[in-house]
Nanobody
Framework: QVQLVESGGGLVQAGDSLRLSCTAS????????MGWFRQAPGKERDLVGV????????YLTDSVKGRFTISRDNAKNTVYLQMNSLKPEDTAVYYC???????????????WGQGTQVTVSS
């Protein structure tokens, strides 16, 4: 299992920006697909975005396209989620996850961070 530590959450106002970071302990970080998920109170955990190993592919869910950017720095074992023009509906606990695509396509079989709270006030 890869150890993942998220940071960068906080309380902001609508329209503000935040950058979340997730740093992995595994030196083979570049071999992992990385994902950001979020879970709002009383709701299921939803996928926000994915960046494949070596950044070959990125995906963002429709509700954040044009506002969020996902990127990674393999030299720092870190994946980022840049969140601009934040809205109150973006309020959630944000989790990063890692999966080795050679082993599993199921994020639930991967590694997860502890989560970081993002709260957007109106």
């Amino acid at each position: 299992q890869v150890q993942l530590v998220e940071s960068g959450g906080g309380l902001v106002q609508a329209g503000d920006s935040l950058r979340l970071s997730c740093t992995a302990s595994d030196p083979t970080f570049s071999n992992y697909d990385m994902g950001w998920f979020r879970q709002a109170p009383g709701k299921e955990r939803d996928l926000v975005g994915v960046i494949s190993w070596y950044s070959v592919m990125t995906y963002l869910t429709d509700s954040v396209k044009g506002r969020f950017t996902i990127s990674r720095d393999n030299a720092k074992n870190t994946v980022y989620l840049q969140m601009n023009s934040l809205k109150p509906e973006d309020t959630a606990v944000y989790y990063c996850a890692a999966r080795n695509p050679r082993i599993t396509a199921n994020w639930q079989n991967g590694s997860w961070g502890q989560g970081t709270q993002v709260t957007v006030s109106s």
